[in-house]
C-alpha cells in the first residue's frame, strides 16, 4: 500500500484546512486508516481513525476535526476547523493491512496566532 497525503500548510488559529491522503496498491486489503501526527519533540500521537463508517478521535480533536474516507476516490480526508497553536505538527496518514502499517510521507501543519 502506498500513501500520499498533501495539504498542509500555514494558516491562523481559529481557521480550518483538509489534509488528503490518497491510497494506492492493496486497497481492499485495508482493514482501517487513520491520522496520526507528531508536534516537535512529542510522540507521533493518533489524531483520528476511521473503519468503514465507524471513527474514533483523539479528546483533543473531538467536535474540531471530521474524518472521512471516499473509497471511490481511494482517498482519506481529515478536515480540520477551529484550529489551534497546539494543533502544529506532521501529519501522517496510515493503513493497517494485517500485519503491516502503512504510512505516508507526512504534511506539515503550521497554525500561527
Known amino acids: 500500500v502506498q500513501l500520499q497525503a498533501s495539504g498542509g500548510g500555514l494558516v491562523q488559529a481559529g481557521g480550518s484546512l483538509r489534509l488528503s491522503c490518497a491510497a494506492s496498491?492493496?486497497?481492499?486489503?485495508?482493514?482501517?486508516m487513520a491520522w496520526y501526527r507528531q508536534a516537535p519533540g512529542k510522540q507521533r500521537e493518533l489524531v483520528a481513525k476511521?473503519?468503514?463508517?465507524?471513527?474514533n478521535y483523539a479528546d483533543s480533536v473531538k467536535g474540531r476535526f471530521t474524518i472521512s474516507r471516499d473509497n471511490a476516490k481511494n482517498t482519506m480526508y481529515l478536515q480540520m476547523s477551529s484550529l489551534k497553536l497546539d494543533d502544529t505538527a506532521v501529519y501522517y496518514c496510515?493503513?493497517?493491512?494485517?500485519?503491516?502499517?502503512?504510512w505516508g510521507q507526512g504534511t506539515l501543519v503550521t497554525v500561527s496566532t
Open positions: 476511521i473503519n468503514d463508517r465507524i471513527t
Open positions: 496498491g492493496r486497497i481492499a486489503s485495508i482493514n482501517y
Open positions: 496510515n493503513a493497517y493491512v494485517p500485519p503491516d502499517n502503512y
